[in-house]
T-cell receptor, first 112, second 114 residues
Framework: RKEVEQDPGPFNVPEGATVAFNCTYS??????FFWYRQDCRKEPKLLMS?????NEDGRFTAQLNRASQYISLLIRDSKLSDSATYLC?????????????WGLGTSLAVNP | GAGVSQSPRYKVAKRGQDVALRCDPI?????LFWYQQALGQGPEFLTY????????KSGLPSDRFFAERPEGSVSTLKIQRTQQEDSAVYLC????????????FGPGTRLTVL
């Protein structure tokens, strides 16, 4: 089993749709969780950190479920500009907490 | 702004050549990471520095890969005797403290080995 798993997609949705991505991680000792966004041929950029209590930033909501070891990202009222690859990132856990483990990414295409 | 910079942006090498890729992190960032990203894949961890100390090099695929950060700022990733499978984008990222904070990425170096 890979340490961080994501559905690669692609997810094709119309403008205005709500779309959700899930990501599972294998190391129960992981402490930090992030969603990054990567546009085609560009470098990854932080979208949001994921906190235990869940957090929201405008149209984006992130949730963490430690018991089931997954994190989620919800995008509401999707825009054309949301088209990108969304990368789930988890730190390495106890003894290796400086290392970030990256998922393969989930591709999203928002269509007019 | 003074983000992470990498050079060269593109490098074409003949199989067997040595290459050196440079990363200038954000000033004051303690942690520096190198990643390899193949087309359609997420970044794969190569190595990590805290200041000048290389704390983790478990991701380096072979002994042909070598990284250094002698003064705790600029870092160089060297690949000796390049092979076609080394073709990828090499990303450098820096952060205040690795593993807990946002990582800021450079634009990457796209390496093509012929």
């Amino acid at each position: 089993r890979k340490e961080v798993e994501q559905d690669p997609g692609p997810f094709n949705v119309p403008e205005g749709a709500t779309v959700a991505f899930n990501c599972t991680y294998s190391n129960s000792a992981s402490q930090s969780f992030f969603w990054y966004r990567q546009d085609c041929r560009k470098e990854p950029k932080l979208l949001m950190s994921v906190y235990s209590s869940g957090n929201e930033d405008g149209r984006f909501t992130a949730q963490l479920n430690r018991a089931s070891q997954y994190i989620s990202l919800l995008i509401r009222d999707s825009k054309l500009s949301d088209s990108a690859t969304y990368l789930c990132v988890v730190n390495g856990g106890a003894g290796n907490n400086r290392k970030l483990i990256w998922g393969l990414g989930t591709s999203l295409a928002v269509n007019p | 702004g003074a983000g992470v910079s990498q050079s060269p942006r593109y490098k074409v090498a003949k199989r067997g050549q040595d290459v050196a890729l440079r990363c200038d992190p954000i000033s004051g960032h303690v942690s520096l990471f190198w990643y390899q990203q193949a087309l359609g894949q997420g970044p794969e961890f190569l190595t990590y520095f805290q200041n000048e100390a290389q704390l983790d090099k478990s991701g380096l695929p072979s002994d042909r890969f070598f990284a250094e950060r002698p003064e705790g700022s600029v870092s160089t990733l060297k690949i000796q005797r390049t092979q076609q499978e080394d073709s990828a984008v090499y990303l450098c990222a820096s952060s205040l403290v690795g593993g807990y904070n946002e990582q800021f990425f450079g634009p990457g170096t796209r390496l093509t080995v012929l």
